[in-house]
């Protein structure tokens, strides 16, 4: 099999493995974006006439017949990625039809669209199940709306909160990530198909007809910029993924203190703990350090494809190298969404333990703003109370009754309601993107 690029001189053996790498097996995800990229381009070429109608349609069968096989795709070592072994494919079944394809595109902006694609499907996904994610730990929150816990700073006890008011900081953290997945998201809905190797093509292509028919919103208007851009949009979805587990980071390393005997006050389900070999009595929070523990790659995988990018204008084979971690940093953040949206209904919640954590030192600040409300200044409060509430006693001693803050967001008032219409709006716009994806790629097809 021959690749797209050669000319009939050999190819050292080693030097081919080498610069192939992990493409054929990474390439055989990208099969239905390449479809979709091949047919809008195609159905460009009919519009300036270097295709016939009857050969578009030849074309959209074949490809169909290529996405609905019941056997997985195979790109073989000698093709080297999904762009030689689709145009073979169909140069195999059509003749000339398939050789006739190619013309006015390179695989650079091949890959680019078929990426693009690939990060627009994958970052909607994401984004529904941060929604879903947020919902659930928002239901968790208002089943335990008025449970005390401790709020902490410098992992000391600070004031007092509630479960209710910790479950919707991260509920709203979740959504906050649309925001940043959805920015993302931006970076990628740019038509690169018309840039070829950066220089364009001498062909009349219509760009903007073929971006609509991808249901991409624009056109990355520069061609050479498409080439230059590719590390950056890609660096885009690595870092909100970044982002994504930073949050769920947060969070797992709060459910791994609140499960440990010393705090105690949450326990996970036996089914979302595993057993020691030595230890019959462990229940071991895997699950929660495992997501802490991949939250810590996406750093890693952000800067890596940001350095990647750091060269001069134009296409560089170093950009292949930042494909496999922009489909690790994807699937990882799916993998993370998926259980972190479990862990709320696997959790009980120790009322008694996380009310008696509530001492009287920690409404000291309670009593400081208590005699500034009669008129003392802030400051001569805080000293007033501060011998006294840093006491040993104090410390030890329970809360008894004391009022949380009611203002929106606050302790007293987590605001589920506000939560529930930011997740509606998040999930508006992610079904409005999946409506006219669908629409778009569903014509094509």
Sequence with gaps: MRKLWETG????????????????????????????????????LAKIGVLTPAEVSGLRAELKRMLEAPEPFVVAREQEDIHTAVEQALTARLGDVGAKVHAGRSRNDQVQVDLRLFMKDRLLGLSAAACGAAEAWAGFGRENAAVPLPGYTHLQRAMPTTVGHWAASHAEALLENVRALRAAYDEADASPLGSAA???????????????????????????????SRPRVEAAAVSACALLGRDLGALAWDLSLYTTAEFGFFSLAPAFTTGSSLMPQKKNPDVVELTRARAAMFPGWAAQVLALGQLPSGYHRDYQLTKGVLFAALDTAAQMLEISARLPGALSVDRERCRAAITKDMLATHSALALVAGGMPFRSAYRAVADEARGAQEASAPAGDYALPGYAGAPGNPDFDALAADRAAALGWVDGERARLDAAWGALL
């Design 198 to 228: 950066g220089y364009g093509a001498t062909l009349p292509l219509d760009r903007a007809h073929v971006a609509g028919l991808l249901g991409f919103s624009r056109v990355q208007r520069n061609t050479l910029r498409v080439q230059t």
């Design 9 to 44: 001189r050999g190819l050292d053996a080693l030097v081919e493995a080498y610069t192939v790498g992990e493409d054929p097996a990474l390439d055989a995800r990208l099969l239905r974006y390449e479809a979709l990229g091949t047919l809008a381009h195609a159905a460009g």
